[in-house]
């Protein structure tokens, strides 16, 4: 069965650093063509695009976060890492991991065939 | 707000025809970008309805439709299920932003 699962604290403090882990099952993160993106989305607000890393190593980041955003992969783990730094409460939100089918570098083609189920994230003192 | 456009709510009656709508602009929707669908039922993991405006994955009923025209899309469900009850969210990439973007979901519920 092919799966992925976020994985991570429930609840940070602001100005600590988040990190998330999403494990892919069925998948391979070394497959040509393989990409895994962050998304998160706060309560009652739309989705929003958070990272993404290919199986070439190559990272792309939302312009608005990316200096808060590191992205990494452990290929022998099958594992996508995010890390966020300097959380605020306004970051509070189901932090999600998913897979682009026939990736491609260009955003204008990007959607997402495979989805984990998410993982809610609390930023709170 | 969202940079796509969808109503909060719509609903219906089981048997019936409901259409969501998705409004952008000319960045991103009326820039010709395909949107894509989801289906999301919260604590599940999120599913592809459609993409390439218009294109069912397997396994996704051909009561689901889509489409797209001007600075708009819509998803079309009909022969309406208990199942639906569902969020759906548009998507679409915008150039102005360089950036993938989303509707903001709207609840289906079945009357």
């Known amino acids: 069965q092919v799966t992925l699962r976020e994985s991570g604290p429930a609840l940070v403090k602001p100005t600590q650093t988040l990190t998330l882990t999403c494990t892919l099952s069925?998948?391979?993160?070394?497959?040509?063509?393989?990409?895994v993106s962050w998304l998160r989305q706060p309560p009652g607000k739309a989705l929003e695009w958070l990272a993404l890393?290919?199986?070439?190593?190559?990272?792309y980041y939302s312009t608005s976060l990316k200096t808060r955003l590191i992205i990494s992969k452990d290929t022998s783990r099958n594992q996508v890492v995010l890390t966020v730094t300097n959380m605020d409460p306004v970051d509070t939100a189901t932090y999600f991991c998913?897979?682009?089918?026939?990736?491609?570098?260009?955003?204008?083609?990007?959607?997402?065939?495979?989805w984990g189920r998410g993982t809610l994230v609390t930023v709170s003192s | 707000q969202s940079v796509l456009t969808q109503p909060p709510s719509v609903s219906g009656a089981p048997g019936q025809r409901v259409t969501i709508s998705c409004t952008g602009s000319?960045?991103?929707?009326?820039?010709?970008?395909?949107v894509h669908w989801y289906q999301h039922l919260p604590g599940t993991a999120p599913k592809l309805l459609m993409h390439g405006n218009n294109i069912r994955p397997s396994g996704v009923p051909d009561r689901f439709s889509g489409s797209r025209s001007g600075t708009s899309a819509s998803l079309a469900i009909t022969g309406l299920q208990a199942e639906d009850e569902a969020d759906y969210y548009c998507q679409s990439y915008d150039s102005s932003l360089s950036a993938v973007v989303f509707g903001g979901g709207s609840k289906l519920t079945v009357l």
């Open positions: 000319s960045s991103n929707i009326g820039a010709a970008f395909d």
């Open positions: 069925g998948l391979s993160l070394s497959t040509s063509g393989m990409s």
């Open positions: 890393m290919d199986w070439d190593d190559d990272k």
């Open positions: 998913a897979r682009i089918p026939g990736y491609s570098s260009s955003r204008k083609y990007w959607y997402f065939d495979l």
